[in-house]
DNA sequence: GATGAATGAGAATTCATTCAT
DNA sequence: TATGAATGAATTCTCATTCAT
C-alpha cells in the first residue's frame, strides 16, 4: 500500500498536476486533486508542494520545457530546400491537428502569467526561447520576436474560435501578412 | 434596509464583476465579492446571475463590447497621411501605456475562452470584429485575420513579459514582420 | 404569455406538485420547481399556497384521493366466485407491476405523516377508508384493520427490497399468514 | 481549540446525526446540525462524511443494529409456555408506549430507502432479520416474512393515526388476522 | 388579483493549510 | 520523513418568503 520509498514522487506529482489542469483547469488545481490523480496521500502533496502556486509553478516550468524542446524539434527538422513560410505552416497544423488539449493546456499555463507575476519569468523564457529559435531564420531581433507574436496570435485565434485549421487557410494568412508591407500602406 | 427597487441593478453587477475580475483575477469572481462591490446583499448576485458562468459571460460580454468600440474609434480616427505601420504603433502604444491592467483584465476575459467552450463564441465575435475593422486596410480576410492575431501576440507578448513598449521597438516588429515576405524564405 | 384568466391554476399546481414530489422527492418540494413543473410564474406558486407544507398538503390530500378511488375500484370489482386472497393477491399485483414510481410516491406522502403531525388525519383517512372497504370482507373491524395494516406492511416490503413481486410469492405469503393463528401457537 | 485528538469522533458523531434526525426530521439532517450536536467544527463533520448521504447511511445502520439488536432480546425472552400472540402484542405494546419517538424515528429512517435506492440493501437487512427471528416460530420463510410485513403495517397504522395502542386492541388485530383464513373466504 | 424583484438565511461542498503522531 | 486528521474559511447555489408595483 504505502510506497515507503519512493524517489520519485515529486516528479509523478508534476505530471498529476498537469493532467489535473488540463482535465479542470488552473482553477481546478488543488493538492487534493493532484494527490487523487497520483495516487498518493493528501499530506504528501502538501509536503512536497507547500502551497498550490508552488504546484503551479512546477507545472508551468515543466510544460515550458517540453513545449520549447518540441519546438526545438521542430526547428532542426526544417527542410531547407522548403519555403520557410511552409514549415511555419507545418509547425501550427501540428499544434492544432488531433484534439487540441495538449495545446489548450499549454497556452492556459502559459498565459496565466498575465496575472500571476511570479510566473512571468516562466513565460518570457518561452517566448524567448522560441524567438531564439526563430531568430536562426530571421535578419533580426525584432522580426524574430514579431514572428514570435505572430505564432501565438495564430494559435490562439484557432483555439479560441475552435475554427478548422487548413493548411491553405493558415498558408494563406502567413503570407498575407508577412508580404503586407507593402499593402498595408497602399498611399507609399 | 437597501432600496427595494432598483432598476438599474443587473448593469451595475456586471460592472461591480468586471472590477473585481481585475482585481482578483477570473478565478477570483465570486458572487460574494461581486455582492460586496456593488454593496448590494448576496442574494442578489444570485438572484441576477444565477450561476458563476452566468456572471463571467456578462462579464466578457461587456468588456469585449467596450474594447470594440475602442477599436472602432482607434480606426475611425486613422489619418490617411500617416503610414497604417505608424497608426498600428498608436494602437498598441495606447493599450500598453499607463497602467496596463485594464488590457490584462481585458485579455484575461478574452482567453478565458481557452477553457470555457460557452465564451468561445464571444471571444470569436471580438476576434471578428477586429478583423473587419482591419479589412478595411488589407487587400483580403486573410490578411486581415493575420493582422488580428498578430496583434493579439504583441499585446500578450508585453503583458506576459513586463517590458516596456518603447514606440520605436513596436515600429520595429511590426515593419520586420509586415516585410519579412522576402526575408524569411532569403533563398528564393 | 400571461394567462390572465385562468381559473384551474390552483389544481394544476397541485398535479404539478405531485409530479415534483414523484420526481425529487418531499424534500425537492418548492414552490420554484412546482412553478417551473406547471409553467407558471414563481409569485403565482405563493400566492395559491402560501407556504411549502401548503403545498404538500394538498398533495397528499389529493394522491390519497385518487388512491381511495382505485381501491374502490377495486373492491367494486371483486369476483365473489374468486377466493378472496386471490383478489388481494390481485390488489398487490397490480399495484407492484409495471413501474413502481406512483406507488413509491403515494407511500411517500402518505408516510410523511410520520414526522408531520398535520397530515396525519390525512393519513388516517386513507388508512380508514381502506379498512372500510375492507370490513365488507372480514368478521369485525379489528380483522378489517389487520389487514389494511397488512396490505401496507407487503406493499412496503416490496417497495423497500425491490424484489420483485410474483403472484405465487404474495399469494403464499397471504396464505400463510391468514391461517397462521393455529401454526404460531403449535402448542394450543 | 477544541480536542486535535479525537479517535471516537466518527462514533459521536453518527450519534449526534441520529438525534438530529429525531429532532428534525431526515430532511432536517444538515451537516451543521450534526457539527453543533456534536460540538465539534462544521468542518469535522464534513471531513467524516463527505455527503448527506453518507451521514443518512451511517444513521440508518446505527439504529437498524440497535432496532435489530432489541428485536433479538424480545426473541430470547419469549416464554415457550405463553401463546406467541402475546409474545407479538408484548413486542407491539413496547415499541408503542411511553413516547414513541424512538419508534417514529426508526421507521423514518428505515421508510427513506423508499426514495433513497442506496439505502434499500440496508432496509432489507432490516427486514430479512426480523425475518430470520421470526422464522424460528413460523412453518415457512413465507408466512415470517408475511408476519414481519404485518408487524410493521400495525406499527406504522399505530405512528401514523396516533391512536392508543392498548393491548386488548392489538390482540384483536392479531388474532383476527391470524385466523382469518377460513373467515375471508365464507363461500370456501 | 398577480407577479417579478429582492433578500437573508442556510444548504452541501471543497479547500489550503496546520498539526500531532 | 510522511501522513491522516482536523479545522475554519470560503464557495456556489437554492430557497421560503416578503414586498412594491
Known sequence: MARRY?????????????????????????????????????????????????????????????????????????????????????????????????????YELYLA????HALRPQAAECLDGLATLLRRRTPDDATARALAALLDGLMLQFLLTDREAGSQEIRGMLTGILGAAQVVTPGR
Chains 1, 2, 3, 4 share one sequence.
Open 6 to 106: 519512493d524517489p520519485d514522487r515529486r516528479q509523478r506529482l508534476i505530471e498529476a498536476a498537469i493532467r489535473v489542469v488540463g482535465e479542470h483547469g488552473i482553477d481546478g488545481l488543488t493538492h487534493r486533486r493532484v494527490a487523487a490523480e497520483a495516487d498518493v496521500p493528501l499530506g504528501s502533496t502538501t509536503y512536497h508542494f507547500a502551497s498550490r502556486d508552488d504546484l503551479l509553478h512546477a507545472a508551468l516550468r515543466q510544460t515550458g520545457k517540453e513545449w520549447l524542446a518540441g519546438a526545438e524539434l521542430w526547428e532542426r527538422s526544417i527542410d531547407p530546400g522548403v519555403p520557410f513560410v511552409d514549415e511555419l505552416v507545418r509547425l501550427l497544423q501540428e499544434s492544432l491537428s488531433g484534439d487540441r488539449r495538449r495545446a489548450r493546456l499549454e
Open 113 to 116: 502569467a498575465l496575472r500571476h
